[in-house]
């Protein structure tokens, strides 16, 4: 009888145990409405226009007269002898194509800029001079349309860069790395009717050219192509829609998982303690069967002086040394009983009750 107790309290335990998770996971539910209702999602981005561009930058090598070339140039990625260079030849093509009509301004101008720089015992390169050489002037120009396109062929007289900074290696006897870079800059900026100010784009395309060395390779440096959609912008920033149905229903159901949360992890504890105090019960009754008669009245103390046990094996002793069984009595069913050892006018008492086991109370 007493196992079959046992069973249903960790049975209904276990039911109880699922609920809780049930009620955790609606819980989460309810939490994750609330956010969503609260959030909103972002009112969809009115589209203004599309845009897109290609870079190209490419070169050739003019060679000075020599018995080793057949040919007067040669062409891009290969290893040059820089004693041979005459001029290199770069041509810079940029193509921008817009999906509306714009009104555009866009400036331009291409820069040589020899340099030098010196490593350090780290191996960090550190600029120890520069200086800019204007070859095409800055250019501006606006208009109205889909397209900008600037195609620009410059000639770079390699030996005069070259000679700039053999004469700066000789002067302060330093052993710099040395180079000239070569950079065309594109700034675009412009817009449709109603949001001029809505296309900004800049664009560089390098050529890097390194001086001062027996041979020498040229590294282009530049992004080939790229593109945007520009969406319109409002005063306030995107609004935030809030979903009241979704906003109340989270709340409501939140409040009541709450509820229940409280209520069946109370239902769980007093469970748990329970189902302790009938495993506890279980096992007294068990290993002492043969010294504990079970009486089906609650006996009359009055006429006893009651001794109350601490510990049940201290009643077990008390049971051996005056040879008198122990009567257990049930109180309350699942809850509360007694062990007693009657010897003339006095009563020896243990009480286990589930209160007891407060474990879970922590």
């Known amino acids: 009888m007493e196992q079959k107790r046992e069973h249903k309290i ?3 335990q276990w039911v109880q145990i699922f609920l809780l998770i049930v009620i955790l996971a609606v819980m989460a539910g309810a939490i994750w409405a609330i956010a969503k209702s609260v959030g909103g999602e972002k009112q969809a981005k009115e589209e203004l226009y599309t845009y897109s561009y290609n870079s190209n930058l490419s070169y050739r090598v003019l060679l000075k007269d020599n018995p080793f070339f057949t040919t007067k140039t040669l062409g891009m ?4 002898i820089a004693s041979l260079i005459d001029k290199i030849e770069v041509n810079a093509k940029y193509n921008f194509q817009s999906s509306k009509d714009l009104n555009y301004t866009y ?3 291409m820069v ?3 340099k030098g720089t010196y490593s350090e015992s780290d191996a960090k390169a550190v600029e120890v001079w520069s200086k800019n050489y204007p070859i095409l002037p800055s250019e501006t120009k606006s208009g109205t349309g889909k397209t ?3 195609d620009k062929t410059v000639s770079i007289d390699y030996n005069t860069y070259n000679q700039v900074m053999v004469d700066f290696r000789n002067q302060f006897g330093l052993s710099v790395d040395a180079s000239v870079d070569v950079a065309l800059k594109i700034n675009i900026t412009g817009g449709v009717k109603g949001a001029e100010n809505s296309l900004q784009e800049s664009n560089t395309m390098t050529l890097q050219i390194p001086l001062v060395k027996p041979t020498i390779e040229l590294k282009p440096d530049y992004v080939n192509n790229g593109g945007k959609t520009v969406y319109k912008e409002t005063e306030n920033g995107d609004d935030i829609k809030v979903n009241i149905p979704l906003l109340v229903l989270g709340v409501a159901l939140l409040l009541f998982m709450v509820y229940m949360l409280k209520k069946i992890g109370s239902q769980l504890i007093t469970t748990t303690k329970k189902s302790e105090y009938v495993i506890a019960l279980n096992k007294i009754l068990k ?5 504990i008669a079970k009486a089906e009245n609650v006996p009359n103390l009055t ?4 001794i109350h046990i601490k ?9 051996e040394e005056l040879h008198s069984p122990i009567i257990y009595t049930e109180i309350r069913e699942d809850l509360e009983c007694w062990f007693m050892v009657f010897h003339d006018k006095t009563a020896y008492k243990f009480i286990l009750r589930y209160e007891d086991f407060a474990r879970l109370r922590r």
């Not at 290993?287 to 010294?291: G, K, P, S, V």
């Not at 510990?311 to 049971?319: G, H, M, P, R």
């Open 10 to 12: 960790i049975l209904k």
């Open 77 to 80: 990625n290969k290893q040059y």
């Open 107 to 109: 400036t331009y101008d």
């Open 112 to 114: 040589a800029t020899a």
């Open 148 to 150: 900008i396109s600037i």
């Open 287 to 291: 290993e002492y069967a043969d010294i």
């Open 303 to 306: 006429q006893y002086d009651v």
């Open 311 to 319: 510990d049940f094996a201290d009643l077990v002793d008390i049971e």
